[in-house]
């Protein structure tokens, strides 16, 4: 399994001298957040969660009457060997008597690199966290890492577009919304796509590799079964905080799926722009327009601003600000893939593999997917392949269980 690092936040810049004062744990990583920040390794997302990781730390050591500059590698380990903090934004922990793995090795990772930010800039001789003896650090025990990949043989399961269209079927024409399941399924189980990468998917990010000479087949006046066929396509991935921005190319099976959903998109967005502008008439361009910049994966439940908009007769016509349809946001997809999953293991073929029946407590959202699809490229394209398909900034960023 392949799970994101801290970066021990080692890189060389200018020392932040003579800044702290009371709050001296806060300070020092506020420096060493915004330092990783500016070079582009945190979103502000990231820096909250390991903000309030930190101060778990801080609050825990001030209930006993220590500073966080002052401990030893035996308060550390006492502390990584007790209960979980219950952070407020966090479920209630699993057990209460003891961090869960991967909590232990989240907050073993962002004490090291803390506390090695303190060594750089010279307010700590030595960091204490490294003095923890090797056999005491915490690890990703084996069955914590079976939870956070799926069985053998089901990604290829997931890549199969006959199993995905059994999995979900469009009990009536009007549930547009399986069509597009299947499509974003696809996309998740061929290219490892993160959730938020998959939500900031637009119209205009599936392109043909080379323009063809007729309109983008993602989003043609009159779309059929064979223009995705015309040219090589690509999908191109924005950036996303941590990760970087990359261009996809297209199996078949993505293809065969995206055939099947664009047109369907099409007619959705075109009998919602209908209702926004109060018209019955609407040109090609303007839908074409439309198709590009609307979400790849639309949901179908709508904001207010979008309900008031579609209500005004005409008179609130705006598409570009509002949009006609939000992207799906992440319960939508968690939910997509959890169904998804929950059917795959009903299937005659997988009976018997629910991780329940063997003590798992399995992950269910799209990241069991990712982490899947990237342990398939290591162990198929190496390592350096893995990076560039995943987005990642280098093979340091990865750590690799393989799984025979």
Known sequence: MLIPMVSDGTADVAPNAGIFGTTQGQELFSVWAARMAAVGEFRSSTVQTYSAIWNAWLSWLAARGLSWSEVDAVTIQLYLDGPSPGLAHHRPALRADRMANYTRQRYWRVLRAVYAEAVRLGMLVSSPVLDVPEVARPVIHWDSRQSQVLPPGLLDQLRDPAVIEECIPRGRQAEWWAVRDRAALLVLAHLGLTTRELMALRGRDALPSSPPPVSSPFCPPCPTSSDLGVVPVSLSVPKDGELLSRTLNLNDAVI?????????????????????????????????????????????????????????????SSVESLGLLPAMDASNVYLMVKRCLDALYRLPALAGQHPKLLGLNQATGAAIIRNTVLVDWVQNLGEEAAVLLGGLRSVSSLRVLRIS
């Open 256 to 316: 065969s799926a995206l055939q099947a959903w664009l047109p369907v998109r099409r007619e959705v967005l075109g009998l919602r722009l209908t209702r926004r502008v109060g018209s019955n008439v609407i040109s090609n361009d303007l839908l074409d327009v439309v198709c590009r910049s609307e979400p790849l994966f639309m949901s179908r439940q709508r904001s207010k601003e979008q309900i008031a908009a579609d209500s005004s007769d005409g008179s609130v």
